[in-house]
Every structure is written in structure tokens, then in C-alpha cells.
């Protein structure tokens, strides 16, 4: 079956970087797309990024623009989200889900469990 | 990109039908049908329930249906039950000039 498994929990302080995992397994990694969404405490979805593991194409959100990175390594079926420069607001819980190979726009019917990262000075 | 348009907050008695709104532009939920709906429970990850407007994914329940009209989609629950009480959120792609998705700011549907 479909799973994607999440990094731990991280505490960083501000400015730093994190950088969260996504393992896949239960299908063909290089067949599908990752996308990433985050939820800060309380709040909504927000939809932070998208990387093809297909052919490593790239969109992120115009907002974290600079700040954000997406990578994938197709040899353990891993991808990768990382985030620099952090502030208070980008606590949340961050979620990676299965997507298209090809381009944005599609549906997440395959979710990981989600990692939470605290800033915190 | 702004997020999409949705109540805050709905509610039903057990056995009724409800619908949550899901208000966009013409420049994402009014140009592509691509609008899809998730279910979120307290601590728990988003679950798709309705994809591309209209589709039901392999087991989610007939009670679940959506629709689009203009820049609105609509998710309708009917025969509310206990279990259907959580967040909703829509989705939507927004465009290819941004090659961005939007959610909108989520819906609590409290069940009485």
C-alpha cells in the first residue's frame, strides 16, 4: 500500500534552516510528484510547493520564493523540503502528499503523517 | 495567490444535508475543474473526498458530492452522521500563469 513516512519533530531557532523527509513506498516513486502543505496552529492548509520526482521540475509558491527548496533522491525514494531563514510564523506542521509527475493541478489522496517544526527563539 | 473563499463554520442535525461554499476567480476555480475537497479530523492528516469537481475517490461515501457553478464549488453531505464532523477544505489549481493551488481557509462542520 501507498505510504509516505515523515521526519521527526524539529525545534529550530530563528533563521536557521530545516530540512523534512518524505519516504516513499508502495508504488513507483519516479512515477508521481511530491507536493508540499503546511498548517500552522489552528489555522488552514496552505500549499507550499511541488517537485516532479519524475524529472525534478519545480513550482513553489510565490511567497516562499528564495526561502524554500525541493528536492528528490529517487535512489531511496525520498523527497525533501527544505526551508531557510525561519521565523515564528512558519511553525506548523508541514505535510508532504503524493501528486502529479508532470505538473501542478492535480489532487492528494496519499498524505505522510506530517512533521512538526517550532521556531523558537 | 489569494486563498479561497469558505464559511467557517456550518452545521447539521444527524440525518440532514449540508453545503459548504467554496468561492474563487475566474482565474482558478472558475476557469479549471480542478477543484478538490479535503476532510480533516483533529491531529490527523487531510483525507481526499472529492477530486476534479465532482469525482469520488475509491471508498468514500455516496453521501459526499460536489459540484461547481461560476467561481463557486460546493461540497454537499447529505444523511449527516456523527463521524462526518471535521474540517473541510477546499482546493483549487490556480492558474498557469502561477503554477500555483490555493486552499481555501477551511470549514468546521459541526454535527448537533
Known amino acids: 500500500q501507498v505510504q509516505l513516512v515523515q521526519s521527526g519533530a524539529e525545534v529550530k531557532k530563528p533563521g536557521a534552516s530545516v530540512k523534512v523527509s518524505c519516504k516513499a513506498s508502495?508504488?513507483?516513486?519516479?512515477?508521481?510528484?511530491i507536493s508540499w502543505v503546511r498548517q500552522a496552529p489552528g489555522q488552514g492548509l496552505e500549499w507550499m510547493g511541488w517537485i516532479s520526482a519524475y524529472n525534478g521540475n519545480t513550482n513553489y509558491a510565490q511567497k516562499l520564493q528564495g526561502r524554500v527548496t525541493m528536492t528528490t533522491d529517487t535512489s531511496t525514494s525520498t523527497a525533501y523540503m527544505e526551508l531557510r531563514s525561519l521565523r515564528s510564523d512558519d511553525t506548523a506542521v508541514y505535510y508532504c502528499?503524493?501528486?502529479?509527475?508532470?505538473?501542478?493541478?492535480?489532487?492528494?489522496?496519499?498524505w505522510g503523517q506530517g512533521t512538526l517544526v517550532t521556531v523558537s527563539s | 495567490q489569494s486563498a479561497l473563499t469558505q464559511p467557517a463554520s456550518v452545521s447539521g442535525s444527524p440525518g440532514q444535508s449540508i453545503t459548504i461554499s467554496c468561492t474563487g476567480t475566474?482565474?482558478?476555480?472558475?476557469?479549471?475543474?480542478?477543484v478538490s475537497w479535503y476532510q480533516q479530523h483533529p491531529g490527523k492528516a487531510p483525507k481526499l473526498m472529492i477530486y476534479?469537481?465532482?469525482k469520488r475517490p475509491s471508498g468514500v461515501s455516496n453521501r459526499f458530492s460536489g459540484s461547481k457553478s461560476g467561481n463557486t464549488a460546493s461540497l454537499t453531505i447529505s444523511g449527516l452522521q456523527a463521524e462526518d464532523e471535521a474540517d473541510y477544505y477546499c482546493c483549487s489549481y490556480a492558474g498557469s500563469s502561477t503554477f500555483e493551488m490555493v486552499f481555501g481557509g477551511g470549514t468546521k462542520l459541526t454535527v448537533l
Open positions: 476534479e469537481v465532482s
Open positions: 475566474s482565474s482558478d476555480v472558475g476557469s479549471y475543474n480542478l
Open positions: 508502495g508504488y513507483t516513486f519516479t512515477s508521481y510528484g
Open positions: 502528499a503524493r501528486d502529479n509527475p508532470y505538473q501542478v493541478g492535480s489532487n492528494y489522496a496519499y
